[in-house]
């Protein structure tokens, strides 16, 4: 399991490439201004959703999240 401080410049790279690819395609703060204003709430939405999606089934079952924490706690 990897933390957000464990993470390569890499896989920070892919983490944010979604979020800054849509601020650069926005008409806010110096964006190109590809997607409209009104239009930015949608794609912002529907990005939402698929990391959303992406979480989910990529998330840990119950059993193994409890004996993470339990690990965790043990060496702590």
């Known amino acids: 399991m ?9 896989g920070k790279l892919r983490r944010d490439a979604g979020i ?3 601020s650069w395609l926005g008409g806010i703060g110096g964006g190109r201004g590809v997607i409209g204003f009104g239009w ?3 794609v912002v939405t ?9 979480a989910l089934r990529s998330s840990l079952d ?3 999240t ?3 924490v339990a690990r965790m706690n043990s060496t702590s």
């Open 66 to 68: 409890a004996y993470m």
């Open 62 to 64: 119950g059993s193994e």
């Open 2 to 10: 990897s933390t957000p401080s464990s993470l390569t410049l890499e």
């Open 46 to 54: 529907i990005w939402s959703i698929v990391v959303l999606l992406l």
């Open 20 to 22: 800054v690819g849509l």
């Open 40 to 42: 930015d709430i949608l």
